[in-house]
């Protein structure tokens, strides 16, 4: 028993330290043990809200219309038109909130990983290594709501990667070139 310990505790020492011939940038890549996850993101949730926002609005107003018209419309028309309008109004918003829900965007000190989907997944890792330039991207109407476009160039991949409308965009494309920094 303690010689399998011991043949244990050296594996544990030649996995978890340095490498003889390794630098120590490499050991931190080939060793997943110490990956630690520095954000987890979407894509804001402002505009799927201000599209529930606009058809709530709609069928508000498709109720007060054929409620204003009440004596030519039977009640079951009316109820039928403001369902029927009700589902209509929502597919959008809908669609954007699904849309939102099946990207995740994730930094961890040895990668990005970017998850898309929600039945079926497509998972994109990029070595940090790999990355070679980060952009900020606004208009100006993402501005006034303090939003953006992360732009991130990579040597493995071809164009760009942009992380879509993220809430103070400035403040993740710093965590991500401060890993960078700290790491090459």
Do not use: C
């Amino acid at each position: 028993m303690p010689a399998a310990q011991d043949r244990l505790d050296r594996g544990r020492q030649y996995t978890a330290g340095a490498r003889p011939g390794y630098s120590d940038a490499l050991s931190h890549d080939s060793d997943p043990g110490d990956e630690k996850t520095l954000f987890t993101l979407r894509p804001t949730l402002i505009f799927v809200t201000i599209w529930y926002m606009a058809a709530a609005l709609g069928v508000i107003l498709t109720a007060a219309i054929t409620g204003a018209l009440h004596r030519y419309i039977s009640t079951e028309a009316a109820v039928i038109v403001i369902l029927v309008i009700a589902g209509l109004a929502f597919i959008l918003p809908v669609y954007k909130h699904i849309q939102r829900r099946r990207e995740v965007y994730t930094l961890t000190n040895h990668k990005l990983e970017m998850r898309y989907g929600l039945i079926s997944k497509t998972v994109r890792n990029i070595p940090l290594r790999n990355i070679q330039d980060v952009t900020v991207t606004a208009t100006v109407a993402q501005r006034l709501g303090r939003l953006g476009d992360i732009l991130i160039d990579s040597a493995s991949e071809s164009g760009k990667i942009r992380l879509h409308e993220v809430h103070h965009p400035e403040k993740y494309a710093d965590m991500i070139l401060g890993v960078l920094r700290q790491r090459y």
